[in-house]
């Protein structure tokens, strides 16, 4: 009990610090001088806080629109057919990226880019978000599938529906919840990664985890406290819809 | 599509699903793979690119003494963190799978939700609290436990702490599985029998959930060997590790071959465990099929 405690303190002290200073207004922030906004003002008044926003959603926004697509090909493949080998390969491939460390990942994916002599850029970030945010999407719309009645399809079908009417008026609305629980899901590893991005990101294209890993190396203002504080918020709010999604049942 | 001739209609609408994943996975994932190990053996261009022709260079490099220190402090770095997070998880897990329903998943959902911070966030709070001016020296000094030269970043120490903290939450989560599955009854059989509390604790229980140990152990460890912002940010040169030193590698010296070679031992690092963990498995369920126990 007295460790469970002491684990669950370790835990948030360092959160509550990190929010609590974000407030503070001292630039060496180890005394409270009062409540203030002040680096939020000057967070909203940065111009490469809102550039590297702008390419964060972009890159989320295309990242997720693939994942989904890719991911619940892959779901539906493996749950269908799944004594198949075919389907076994599959799924160790699809299984990879979750076990595999990401700095080993982000190498491997900037040598290919460099041996293919693809240019670094918002381009090359998303077909590296891409590999990864796919197993994640497969494996929640699988865990969804797993449960999922097919006698419903075959009945569509004795009625006479297509494929084409099968998937859009029955299979997609069927696993909704898990698509969207997925689409939240790769949304946000996207918007926060950092090591395969660091890799593959060249010169010019910064997102928000590249623009805050400079902040911090190079010595920034504690911005960054309030930039991690609106971050926190954001991703627990989506978090927390996301895992509402998937807990509603059909 | 001649040569899916001979394919069942229901082989080929598999194929005709399974195909785009597999092909993307294949291109961003099994080809930079292999890249890895290719490029160790090519010699790298004055521009930070892959120059022509091959060569063994690189890899009799790997066997440099300030290589092999790095792989040394790698591999105790992540003992330590690993054997640090089971020590807190085990009795963490214990008590969230004693208490009651109300409080367990209450409990569940205080170690969940520091998972959900940007990790890169939560290093950054740590440098902070370590730093020179933070709170944690601060703490220190008032308590005479450190004078003013003090430093708490930029060491090994520092590298472990935070890992410790990166890591906690995935350790508790499956020892707390195996815990919650696990027959306390047993437990209070032992000790009727005359088993003291820690030999029972050590004897019955530990040997109860070593599934979740072992799963524990997997996913600390391994991200663990390969670690590169957390020795990155509060390592300093004293607590670097394989992955700052691949990034460094990249970013800094703009040598692609000598990163690929250290990322090959990367790679083996951890398929080592892996393996290790698959073959104890099956030799385990080998012996529990002649024991005659249920698999």
Not at chain 1, 14 to 22: C, K, R
């Amino acid at each position: 009990m007295a460790v469970t405690a002491a684990v669950l303190a370790f835990f948030y002290l360092p959160i509550i610090v990190l929010v609590a200073n974000s407030f503070n207004p001292a630039r060496f922030s180890s005394r409270w001088q009062g409540f203030s906004l002040v680096w939020y003002r000057r967070l909203f008044e940065s111009p490469e806080v809102w550039q590297a926003l702008k390419n964060t959603l972009i890159v989320a926004v295309a990242v997720t629109a693939i994942s989904v697509v890719l991911g619940t090909l892959a779901a539906f493949a493996l749950h269908r057919y799944a004594a198949s080998r075919l389907q076994r390969v599959h799924y160790t491939l699809i299984y990879a990226p979750l076990v595999v460390p990401e700095i080993l990942m982000g190498i491997g994916l900037l040598m290919a880019f460099v041996a293919a002599g693809v240019p670094l850029g918002l381009v090359t970030i998303i077909l590296a978000h891409v590999t990864f945010c796919v197993s994640f999407v497969a494996m929640t719309v699988l865990g969804r599938l797993q449960d999922f009645d097919f006698s419903v399809v075959e009945a569509a079908r004795d009625l006479g529906a297509g494929w084409g009417r099968i998937v859009r008026k029955v299979l997609v609305p069927m696993l909704m919840p898990g698509i969207a629980a997925g689409a939240l899901l790769a949304f946000t590893l996207s918007v926060d990664d950092f090591v395969i991005t660091f890799f593959v990101a060249g010169p010019g294209a910064t997102t928000l985890p590249l623009r805050i890993y400079s902040m911090i190396k190079f010595g920034a203002p504690p911005m960054i406290n309030a930039l991690s504080t609106l971050l926190l918020a954001v991703t627990v709010t989506a978090v927390l819809a996301s895992r509402r999604l998937s807990r509603s049942k059909r | 599509m001649y040569h899916c001739g001979d394919l069942t209609p229901k082989q080929r609408a598999e194929w005709l699903v399974s195909l785009p994943t597999l092909a993307w996975l294949a291109l961003f994932l099994v080809i930079p793979a292999a890249l890895i190990f290719v490029l160790a053996f090519r010699p790298a261009d004055p521009y930070g690119g892959i120059g022509a022709g091959w060569t063994l260079e690189t890899v009799r490099a790997l066997w440099a003494p300030s290589n092999l220190a790095i792989a040394v402090r790698t591999l105790w770095i992540s003992l330590l963190t690993t054997a640090v997070c089971l020590v807190l998880a085990v009795p963490a897990g214990y008590t969230i799978a004693r208490a009651s329903e109300k409080w367990r998943n209450r409990l569940l959902m205080l170690v969940i939700v520091p998972f959900w911070t940007s990790f890169l966030v939560r290093v950054f709070a740590w440098r902070s609290l370590l730093h020179p001016e933070g709170p944690v020296k601060a703490l220190l000094q008032a308590a005479g436990l450190a004078g003013p030269e003090t430093t708490l970043l930029y060491n090994p120490a520092a590298v472990v702490l935070v890992m410790v903290y990166t890591f906690l939450p995935f350790t508790i989560l499956p020892i707390y599985a195996a815990a919650e599955k696990f027959d306390f009854r047993i437990v209070e059989a032992a000790r009727d029998l005359g088993a003291r509390p820690f030999q029972a604790f050590r004897k019955v229980f530990l040997p109860g959930i070593s599934q979740g140990l072992l799963t524990a152990f997997l996913v600390v460890f391994i991200p663990a060997l390969g670690s590169y912002i957390i020795p990155d940010l509060v390592g300093g040169p004293s607590g670097e590790m394989l992955g700052s030193k691949i990034a460094q590698r990249v970013f800094t010296d703009r040598n692609l071959p000598h990163a690929s070679a250290l990322s090959a031992v990367l790679v083996l690092a951890v398929m080592a465990p892996l393996v290790a963990v698959l073959a104890l498995q099956r030799k385990k369920k080998r012996a529990d099929i002649i024991m005659g126990e249920s698999p």
